[in-house]
T-cell receptor, first 112, second 115 residues
């Protein structure tokens, strides 16, 4: 069965600093990988997804993620954090069935 | 509609009562999903609808949970004889097609509190 592990339930950065949120996946077949973001009192929205095309995927709001098969990782990065990036971020995996399997989430805190 | 709509946004109930949670997906979206979000647990898959049928209901925690979808549109998640451990945010999502890379559109959720 497929699964994802997000390292760190909370990540704190200063405004302007690099954002790195970690995600490792487990799948017996080539996976589809996603990052979703949840702002306070809102539903989740898609940031980006990997579907076996380019390994470096660019998403909305300046975020990107790189698929590394050898490391079974799909870490999310952004060069310079903004206060508006404060939210909870979820990594998810799908392997051909309809349901997404989500990680436990990482809350990003951005300080001035 | 413009987005996935869920109602109520908050529900407080007493242990043992039944509750119904409603989801109105984006018009034209054939697939509909229910997830449960508990503190520190991430999102837990409950059930998936394609049209009015549910090919995958493997995530429903017990027979107290049931869901239906009518007219290929609105879905209702029913929890009978609620327990305190049912307290969570229940999220609904819909998608325009099928396939592993499909994008899900989420509603804002129903916060259920069982006293």
């Amino acid at each position: 069965a497929q699964s994802v592990t997000q390292l760190g339930s909370h990540v704190s950065v200063s405004e302007g600093a690099l954002v790195l949120l970690r995600c490792n996946y487990s799948s017996s077949v080539p996976p589809y990988l996603f990052w979703y973001v949840q702002y306070p009192n809102q539903g989740l929205q898609l940031l980006l997804k990997y579907t076996s095309a380019a390994t470096l995927v660019k998403g909305i709001n300046g975020f990107e993620a790189e698929f590394k098969k050898s490391e079974t990782s799909f870490h999310l990065t952004k060069p310079s954090a903004h206060m508006s990036d404060a939210a909870e971020y979820f990594c998810a995996v799908s392997t051909g069935f309809q349901k997404l399997v989500f990680g436990t989430g990482t809350r990003l805190l951005v300080s001035p | 509609g413009a987005g996935v709509s869920q109602s109520p946004s908050n529900k407080v109930t007493e242990k043992g009562k039944d509750v119904e949670l409603r989801c109105d997906p984006i018009s034209g979206h054939t697939a509909l999903y229910w997830y449960r979000q508990s503190l520190g647990q991430g999102l837990e898959f409950l059930i998936y609808f394609q049209g009015n049928s549910a090919p995958d209901k493997s995530g429903l925690p017990s027979d107290r949970f049931s869901a239906e979808r009518t007219g290929g549109s609105v879905s209702t998640l029913t929890i009978q004889r609620t327990q305190q451990e049912d307290s969570a945010v229940y999220l609904c999502a819909s998608s325009e097609g099928r396939g592993p890379g499909v994008k899900l559109f989420f509603g804002s959720g129903t916060q259920l509190s069982v006293l």
